[in-house]
């Protein structure tokens, strides 16, 4: 029996599981896109139901998936008290030192250490898919500048290039330039890592027999969605879509995934009313709750924006003084800030 015979590909969970809301969810918000209104693709217009949908429910809802792998796991918890508690201290320490530096200072550095988070994720899930796989060092080393090429070349591409009609959180929180000899080399070597990318994929084929679907799927969806997202398209509706399915779907799904298969339980679990904690609806309403809170603070606060969507924070007093401010946005931004460092632990592998 040849090797290629006997080849299956590593899923985490299984095939149907891992390509509807692991592998999947860029292709299909990139097949989304292509549908919307040229409006949406080429200014900084975001509807109202895209923001709920996309920054309510899925991209602060996910920084809450986090507390079912950190606060809401006992075991871990008991473990890892002391940085559980060191973590958020540290981040609303820093916070507050930043913004009482400057409000974009502060945002700032938000802003870049959410790409660092967003980089680094696809850059995990590429790794988790190759873990079975036996290829020189050389080829393993060509999968991870490909990964990293996939996200950082757009990345270079917009802060090269003035006039995008999107931010990462707040505007001028990038430091933009126009730099156009920057950006065509910055060109140049991302077509060259992925031609190299795909010719060493063709190589390995003829030589193995296998083609790791998962692993490959996941750095083309990257590539795909950062392009578009960043480079082909100048809207902030395509921007938030393709930016924030192909981060927060998955995030949620691993959490998700890797809680239930650790504690015994299937991944399937939609409903229980013995233990509802290990339930899909028990998780889902626990994070939109969360979400619904924290933006519903935030608007009522600081940005009175969405009053259709947070009515009942509308009471709360808007917010002026710079002092409060220094103390009230790094508070109502800690459990991100707080998701974005604890994010670099809990997928380590715990050494032998």
Same mark, same amino acid.
């Given at each position: ?105 502060? =945002? ?46 757009? @990345?270079?591409? =917009? ?5 995008? $009609? ?5 505007? #001028? ?6 730099? %156009? ?5 910055? #060109? ?27 692993? $490959?799927?996941?750095?083309? #969806?990257?590539?795909?969605? =950062? ?15 393709? $930016? ?19 504690? #015994? ?23 939109? %709750? ?51 460092? @604890? ?10």
């Amino acid at each position: 029996m040849t090797r290629a015979t006997t080849y299956r590909q590593p899923w985490l969970h299984s095939a149907i599981f891992d390509m509807v809301f692991i592998v999947l969810p860029g292709f299909m918000a990139l097949a989304v896109t292509f549908l919307l209104p040229d409006v949406y693709k080429t200014t900084d217009t975001t509807s109202l139901a895209g923001w709920v949908v996309l920054i309510l429910l899925i991209d602060v809802a996910h920084v809450y998936s986090t507390l079912f792998r950190t606060y809401m796991d006992r075991e871990r918890l008991a473990k890892n008290r002391v940085l559980y508690t060191i973590v958020p201290v540290a981040c609303y320490a820093t916070s507050v030192l930043l913004y009482a530096l400057g409000p974009l200072v502060f =945002w700032r550095v938000l802003a870049y250490l959410a790409v660092y988070h967003f980089v680094r994720q696809q850059y995990g899930f590429m790794r988790l898919y190759a873990r079975q796989d036996s290829r020189p060092d050389a080829y393993m080393r060509i999968d991870s500048v490909a990964i990293y090429a996939a996200t950082l070349y757009p @990345l270079v591409y =917009w802060h090269c290039t003035p006039g995008r $009609n999107f931010n990462w959180f707040v505007a #001028g929180d990038f430091i933009i330039q126009d730099l %156009a000899l920057v950006r065509q080399l910055a #060109g140049y070597g991302y077509i060259g890592i992925i031609g190299t990318y795909l010719l060493k994929e063709l190589v390995s084929y003829r030589q193995f027999r296998t083609f790791n679907l998962p692993k $490959n799927l996941i750095i083309a #969806g990257t590539c795909m969605s =950062w392009y578009f997202g960043i480079v082909y398209f100048n809207g902030d509706m395509v921007f938030t879509l393709l $930016n924030v399915v192909a981060h927060g779907v998955p995030y949620m799904a691993l959490i998700w995934m890797y809680r239930q298969k650790e504690a #015994g339980y299937p991944v399937t679990s939609i409903v229980s009313r013995r233990l509802p904690q290990f339930t899909l609806l028990f998780f889902l309403l626990t994070i939109v %709750a969360f979400a619904y809170l924290e933006e519903g603070l935030w608007d009522g606060l600081v940005w009175k924006e969405h009053s259709q969507i947070f009515g009942i924070f509308q009471a709360l007093p808007m917010v002026h003084s710079k002092e409060l401010l220094a103390l009230l946005v790094p508070l109502l931004s800690l459990p991100q800030t707080t998701h974005y460092v @604890l994010d670099g632990y809990i997928w380590k592998k715990p050494r032998k």
